[in-house]
T-cell receptor, first 113, second 122 residues
Framework: GENVEQHPSTLSVQEGDSAVIKCTYS??????FPWYKQELGKGPQLIID?????GEKKDQRIAVTLNKTAKHFSLHITETQPEDSAVYFC????????????FGTGTQLKVEL | GAVVSQHPSWVICKSGTSVKIECRSL??????MFWYRQFPKQSLMLMAT?????????EQGVEKDKFLINHASLTLSTLTVTSAHPEDSSFYIC??????????????????FGPGTRLTVL
């Protein structure tokens, strides 16, 4: 099955700096890669996603890049703000039945003033 | 984004009792819903896939007789933790998939999560 690795596990940046979180996946047939933000005590919230037919996608301060050859994808957050502090999860969905997502282990992002 | 609700948001029960958690898609119909379990500072672990009108598909290692799933309508799935024990204490999260149409020849589905249910078994 699919295996997703995520790094780093914790990330601390100064407000206004950029943050980058990286994930790798094992199933070359995976075709959908969403990113979720989870605040303490809440469910994950979809913040951006990318499909295998696209190399990069941007939504305001958030961007995601995908390298299918290397089987890795990254989340980029620019001009970070304190409210960006949360746990971020990457995920990958293979082409097998069920639309199941395999999640990374999460990155605790802390944006310091 | 789409709205998925869960009820209750938290529950405390005695060991040996059963607890039912509801998951609803409020503004779309979901033929497929998922149930996850999350321990503190860990990732989401998929427990089962809930399909409307059919039996749920459980992940390896998840006891289907202990975690009963019912997906009776396109907007409601329920998870019942039977004979709960302290080790069942966890954060249970559901998600629902919503179609987003076609792109690049593929039919797209997004997965939206509920707010989670904190279960504490004494």
């Amino acid at each position: 099955g699919e295996n997703v690795e995520q790094h780093p596990s914790t990330l601390s940046v100064q407000e206004g700096d950029s943050a980058v979180i990286k994930c790798t996946y094992s199933d070359s047939a995976s075709n959908y890669f969403p990113w979720y933000k989870q605040e303490l005590g809440k469910g994950p919230q979809l913040i951006i996603d990318i499909r295998s037919n696209v190399g990069e996608k941007k939504d305001q301060r958030i961007a995601v890049t995908l390298n299918k050859t290397a089987k890795h994808f990254s989340l980029h957050i620019t001009e970070t703000q304190p409210e960006d502090s949360a746990v971020y999860f990457c995920a990958a969905r293979g082409t097998g039945g069920g639309n199941k997502l395999t999640f990374g282990t999460g990155t605790q992002l802390k944006v310091e003033l | 984004g789409a709205v998925v609700s869960q009820h209750p948001s938290w529950v405390i029960c005695k060991s040996g009792t059963s607890v039912k958690i509801e998951c609803r898609s409020l503004d779309f119909q979901a033929t497929t819903m998922f149930w996850y379990r999350q321990f503190p500072k860990q990732s989401l672990m998929l427990m089962a896939t809930s399909n409307e009108g059919s039996k749920a598909t459980y992940e390896q290692g998840v006891e289907k007789d202990k975690f009963l799933i019912n997906h009776a309508s396109l907007t409601l799935s329920t998870l019942t933790v039977t004979s709960a024990h302290p080790e069942d204490s966890s954060f249970y999260i559901c998600s629902a998939t919503r179609p987003r149409g076609y792109s690049g020849g593929a039919f797209l589905r997004e997965q939206f999560f509920g707010p989670g249910t904190r279960l504490t078994v004494l």
